[in-house]
């Protein structure tokens, strides 16, 4: 069970608009390595997973990574909020908007659909771990390409953010899978 608490994990407070910028930080949201698919790949592998601790740490990561969603989304919704034609047309945005309007639609920076095929889920503890960890480096590098691409304080700040929490579930993947399979843990 899941309780929603109506506020974001981190403030999201963008001042100038960017759609250009939005373009692409909404790959974080709906891109390859982003926060829809690190969502659904670990509440999915905590079905199959036989040990509670490891199942209760995808849960926590997994309903984290729901959090960053709506952060990310957020982010893209302000700096595209009250466009007029003008700027659509100027920042390129305007495939995008044809079809979207300003809604918050799961792409990847490149305009191709989120998809699931993105994610794994192979029911194996190691194989599944070691996704994990690779995603959690992804979704880093992923913000470390983001931050490349601006200087806005108010975008930096929350990129900076999310790009922490990544490095910290990674830890967290990693910290379990030497724990677990290094002949410390005496339940495996």
């Given at each position: 069970m899941f309780v929603y608490e109506k506020k974001l994990?981190?403030?999201?407070?963008?001042?100038?608009?960017?759609?250009?910028?939005?373009?692409?930080?909404?790959?974080?949201?709906?891109?390859?390595?982003?926060?829809?698919?690190?969502?659904?790949?670990?509440?999915?592998?905590?079905?199959s997973m036989p040990y509670p601790e490891l199942k209760g740490l995808l849960t926590d990561i997994g309903t984290?990574?729901?959090g960053h969603l709506e952060m990310v989304g957020t982010v893209v919704h302000q700096l595209t909020r009250n466009l007029n034609a003008?700027?659509?047309?100027?920042?390129?945005?305007?495939?995008?908007?044809?079809?979207h309007t300003a809604?918050?639609?799961?792409?990847?920076?490149?305009?191709?659909?989120?998809?699931?095929?993105?994610?794994?889920?192979?029911?194996?503890?190691?194989?599944?771990?070691?996704?994990?960890?690779?995603?959690?480096?992804?979704?880093?590098?992923?913000?470390?390409?983001?931050?490349?691409?601006?200087d806005d304080p108010d975008v930096r700040d929350v990129i900076k953010f999310l790009r922490e929490r990544e490095v910290v579930h990674f830890q967290r993947f990693g910290e379990t899978k030497r724990t677990r399979w290094n002949g410390t843990s005496k339940s495996c």
């Open positions: 994990q981190y403030p999201v407070r963008i001042k100038n608009t960017n759609p250009k910028l939005a373009a692409l930080i909404i790959s974080q949201y709906g891109g390859p390595h982003g926060e829809l698919g690190a969502s659904l790949r670990y509440l999915s592998q905590r079905y984290e990574e729901l003008n700027q659509i047309k100027e920042a390129g945005f305007d495939q995008y908007f044809v079809d809604g918050v639609y799961p792409q990847f920076a490149s305009g191709e659909s989120w998809t699931a095929s993105t994610i794994s889920v192979s029911g194996d503890t190691i194989a599944d771990l070691t996704e994990d960890l690779a995603a959690e480096q992804k979704a880093r590098l992923t913000y470390d390409n983001i931050l490349r691409f601006t």
